[in-house]
Antibody, heavy 122, light 109 residues
Framework: EVQLVQSGAEVKKTGESLKISCKGS????????IGWVRQLPGKGLEWMGI????????RYSPSFQGQVTISADKSNNTAYIHWNSLKPSDTGIYFC???????????????WGQGTLVTVST | QSALTQPASVSGAPGQSITISCTGT?????????VSWYQQHPGEAPKLVIF???KRHSGVSNRFSASNSDNTSSLTISGLQAEDEADYYC?????????FGSGTKVTVL
């Protein structure tokens, strides 16, 4: 069974860098698209981007292009999202979600990580 | 790409049926096969309810159904139960991006 387990909550200061993770198990990691979704406090879901670990093909939402970097490490079945310089407006919950197997991602996400709370203070 | 439009809240009594709409454009929701719906209880990750426009995800109650017309997708919950109280989001894919709806809070009276 596909499982996505995310790293724990983070508390950071403005300007600091951060990388959070999403470890996949129970399936062939390299051939499974993994997406990232943001949820600001009390707000809705926003798609950030998606990666195909086999070749690290990455697609970003225009809203997040240049703001974050999505990567994957095939050696430990883990996807990441990285910020170079955090802002208080980055405070929120970040979910990884499974986008399916194959050359193109599916149009839906049927597996989700538990979410990682990121808090950025001034 | 702007969020798809959903009503902020919908409520109903136990046993009743409610419908949540999700309106977009011909570039996203208009292609209903790329529409999915998610349920999110407070403090939890979203769960897939509907995919491919109207297909129920494995394990989802048959009280959940979806239909599509023009640029609007609609999620119907029949026989409303207390456990259905949650936030619901539609999602579509268009122009190379996924876009979520603004979200609807369902309250069981």
């Amino acid at each position: 069974e596909v499982q996505l387990v995310q790293s724990g909550a983070e508390v950071k200061k403005t300007g600091e860098s951060l990388k959070i993770s999403c470890k996949g198990s129970g399936y062939e990691f390299t051939s499974f698209w993994i997406g990232w979704v943001r949820q600001l406090p009390g707000k809705g879901l926003e798609w950030m981007g998606i990666i195909f670990p086999a070749d690290s093909e990455t697609r970003y939402s225009p809203s997040f292009q240049g703001q974050v970097t999505i990567s994957a490490d095939k050696s430990n079945n883990t996807a990441y999202i990285h910020w170079n310089s955090l802002k208080p407006s980055d405070t929120g919950i970040y979910f990884c979600a499974g986008g399916g197997f194959g050359a193109e991602p599916r149009y839906y996400f049927d597996y989700w990580g538990q979410g990682t709370l990121v808090t950025v203070s001034t | 790409q702007s969020a798809l439009t959903q009503p902020a809240s919908v409520s109903g009594a136990p046993g009743q049926s409610i419908t949540i709409s999700c309106t977009g454009t011909s570039s996203d929701v208009g292609n209903y096969k790329v529409v999915s719906w998610y349920q999110q209880h407070p403090g939890e990750a979203p769960k897939l309810v509907i995919f491919g426009g109207s297909k129920r995800h494995s394990g989802v109650s048959n009280r959940f159904s979806a239909s599509n017309s023009d640029n609007t997708s609609s999620l119907t919950i029949s026989g409303l139960q207390a456990e259905d109280e949650a936030d619901y989001y539609c999602c579509s894919f268009g122009k190379g991006s996924y876009v979520f709806g603004s979200g609807t809070k369902v309250t069981v009276l």
